[in-house]
């Protein structure tokens, strides 16, 4: 079955500290993975995709099909971050299949 | 604002009660997604248009859920005889026709309640 698996519902951190965000994914064929993040009263936005092989606002994110990983990593993160990530798997449908998210918190 | 937009944001209705929503997209995009959000949950896919077929519906979307695209541009979901499970978040999104760079925008969404 196709999942996406997002383990921690709440990650707080100190800023300046570094930030990973977990996600895990089980599918069968070759995956599409995303990051979309929902700031405070704001819509769903697209962060990354692992397609694009890119680093928006100091976040990346490795597919390692071994794990079927698809952590998203900051080195320091900002106050600013602070924000709903969903990690999304997008099958051959075209669908979005999502985690259930997890809240950053950055800390003062 | 060029982005997808929703309407009503918000919708209070008592049980038994038919809601309908509307999902404007993105002018051109000729892919339409709806999800629902509850919560402490990610998004979960509902249905899928392309231009005006709907090409998939998910198992969630009981009889009581209809969605059409009639001339390929906005869409509407009905809820029929609502239920208080029916209470959420609906989102629409939608994306253009190339694959490698079909990212589904997303509306701000309508909060429904079920009283």
């Known amino acids: 079955a196709q999942r996406v698996t997002q383990p921690e519902k709440l990650l707080s951190v100190f800023k300046g500290a570094p930030v990973e965000l977990k996600c895990n994914y089980s599918?069968?064929?070759?995956?599409?993975l995303f990051w979309y993040v929902q700031y405070s009263r704001q819509r769903l936005q697209l962060l990354l995709r692992h397609i694009s092989r890119e680093s928006i606002k100091g976040f990346t994110a490795d597919l390692n099909k071994g794990e079927t990983s698809f952590h998203l990593k900051k080195p320091f993160a900002q106050e600013e971050d602070s924000a709903m990530y969903y990690c999304a798997l997008r099958d051959s449908s075209y669908k979005l299949i999502f985690g259930s998210g997890t809240r950053l918190l950055v800390r003062p | 604002d060029t982005g997808v937009s929703q309407d009503p944001r918000h919708k209070i209705t008592k049980r038994g009660q038919n809601v309908t929503f509307r999902c404007d997209p993105i002018s051109e995009h000729n892919r339409l997604y709806w999800y629902r959000q509850t919560l402490g949950q990610g998004p979960e896919f509902l249905t899928y248009?392309?231009?005006?077929?709907?090409?998939?519906k998910s198992r969630l979307l009981s009889d009581r859920f209809s969605a059409e695209r009639p001339k390929g541009s906005f869409s509407t979901l009905e809820i029929q005889r609502t239920e208080q499970g029916d209470s959420a978040m609906y989102l629409c999104a939608s994306s253009p026709k190339r694959r490698h760079t079909d990212t589904q925008y997303f509306g701000p969404g309508t909060r429904l309640t079920v009283l």
């Open positions: 248009f392309q231009n005006e077929a709907q090409l998939e």
């Open positions: 599918y069968s064929g070759s995956p599409e």
